[in-house]
């Protein structure tokens, strides 16, 4: 049975950072490219990061490059997500989750996300 649980959120002031986890299990981890997705309040989910399966190849979200970093841990079955100068838009609700296809190179990337979503992680950011 396939789990994705999240972790790391909480309340952080402008300019703050987060280290946000995705505990993976029940699949082979490290075949798979990864994503983050955040859902703000009245708006839709949308991809923040991916990250191939050996983690060489990530990318962002415009809103976001700069700022967060997406990186794995194959052996601890383990992605993150390090955010840096927090700013109160990234206030949401961030999920993980496996990816249909591959992340390679250059190409365009359409994101496919394999799985139901979890409960993911709140972020706030606000004074």
């Known amino acids: 049975q396939v789990q994705l649980v999240e972790s790391g959120g909480g309340l952080v002031q402008p300019g703050g950072s987060l280290r946000l986890s995705c505990a993976a299990s029940?699949?082979?981890?490290?075949?798979?490219?990864m994503s983050w997705y955040r859902q703000a309040p009245g708006h839709e989910r949308e991809l923040v990061a991916v990250?191939?399966?050996?983690?060489?190849?990530?990318k962002y979200a415009d809103s976001v490059k700069g700022r967060i970093t997406c990186f794995r841990d194959n052996f601890k079955q383990t992605l993150f997500l390090e955010m840096n100068s927090l700013k109160p838009e990234d206030t949401a609700v961030y999920y993980c989750n496996r990816e249909r296809f591959e992340l390679v190179g250059d190409a365009d990337y359409t994101s496919m996300p394999l799985d139901s979503w979890g409960k993911g992680t709140q972020v706030t950011v606000s004074t």
């Open positions: 990250i191939s399966s050996a983690g060489h190849i990530t």
């Open positions: 029940g699949f082979f981890f490290g075949n798979y490219a």
